[in-house]
T-cell receptor, first 114, second 110 residues
Framework: EAGVVQSPRYKIIEKKQPVAFWCNPI?????LYWYLQNLGQGPELLIR????????DSQLPKDRFSAERLKGVDSTLKIQPAELGDSAVYLC????????????FGPGTRLTVT | QKEVEQDPGPLSVPEGAIVSLNCTYS??????FMWYRQYSRKGPELLMY????GNKEDGRFTAQVDKSSKYISLFIRDSQPSDSATYLC??????????FGQGTRLTINP
C-alpha cells in the first residue's frame, strides 16, 4: 500500500513569491491534515479536512495561506506571498477518520524562503 | 505554556542501554497518548499509542501514562543504533487536533 505522497520534496523561493504544495493521501483515507514543522519543533496543525470540507482551519493564517481539497482526495496548500518566516517543513497526513490518532504522515516539503 | 512539553535533548546513550523519554501535558481532557518516531528528512511515524492511564508494550518499546501526574513516558530496551531518531509525544482529545511535544533527539552510539 502506497503511503502519503507529497511534492515537491524541496522548494527554494524568494520572499513575496507564491508557492504551492501537493499531497496525495493514502487511498480510502477521508481525513487529510496539513501540518507545519519548524526546526526543532513538533508538527502544528494548519488545517484538517473531512472529505472536501475544511473542519478545522483555525490555525491557518488566512491572509496568505489557502488550501483546497477538491473531490475529497488530493490537496494543495498555497502560500502567497511567502515570507522569510515561512521557511519550514510542511507535512501532510491522512487517517481513515475512524480513529484520528492513527495519522500517517508523508515525507514533507522543505520550504526555504530567501 | 504549551499543552505538551518535552525535553528536546539531545540525548546520547550507548548501544544496549535502556532509554527513557518523557513528556508532561497540561490538558486533563486528553485521552489518547501517542509516540511518533521521526528520522531525519522523513515524516513522523506512529510507534504506539495508549488510551488513558496504564502501560502498553510492543517489543522493545513500552509506553506509560500516568494521568494523575499528567506524565507520559516511552522506554526503549536494548537500544540499537537504528533507534537513533527524534521521538515526538502527542496527545489527543476526542475529535480534536493532535497536539505534539517538540520532540527529543536521540542518538544510540555503537
Amino acid at each position: 500500500e502506497a503511503g502519503v505522497v507529497q511534492s515537491p520534496r524541496y522548494k527554494i523561493i524568494e520572499k513575496k513569491q507564491p508557492v504551492a504544495f501537493w499531497c496525495n493521501p493514502i487511498s480510502g483515507h477521508n481525513t487529510l491534515y496539513w501540518y507545519l514543522q519548524n526546526l526543532g519543533q513538533g508538527p502544528e496543525l494548519l488545517i484538517r479536512y473531512e472529505n472536501e470540507e475544511a473542519v478545522d482551519d483555525s490555525q491557518l493564517p488566512k491572509d496568505r495561506f489557502s488550501a483546497e481539497r477538491l473531490k475529497g482526495v488530493d490537496s494543495t496548500l498555497k502560500i502567497q506571498p511567502a515570507e522569510l518566516g515561512d521557511s519550514a517543513v510542511y507535512l501532510c497526513a491522512s487517517s481513515s477518520g475512524q480513529g484520528d490518532y492513527e495519522q500517517y504522515f508523508g515525507p514533507g516539503t522543505r520550504l526555504t524562503v530567501t | 505554556q504549551k499543552e505538551v512539553e518535552q525535553d528536546p535533548g539531545p540525548l546520547s546513550v550507548p548501544e544496549g542501554a535502556i532509554v527513557s523519554l518523557n513528556c508532561t501535558y497540561s490538558n486533563s481532557a486528553f485521552q489518547y497518548f501517542m509516540w511518533y518516531r521521526q528520522y531525519s528528512r522523513k515524516g513522523p511515524e506512529l510507534l504506539m499509542y495508549t488510551y488513558s492511564s496504564g502501560n502498553k508494550e510492543d517489543g522493545r518499546f513500552t509506553a506509560q501514562v500516568d494521568k494523575s501526574s499528567k506524565y507520559i513516558s516511552l522506554f526503549i530496551r536494548d537500544s540499537q543504533p537504528s533507534d537513533s531518531a527524534t521521538y515526538l509525544c502527542a496527545s489527543f482529545q476526542g475529535a480534536q487536533k493532535l497536539v505534539f511535544g517538540q520532540g527529543t533527539r536521540l542518538t544510540i552510539n555503537p
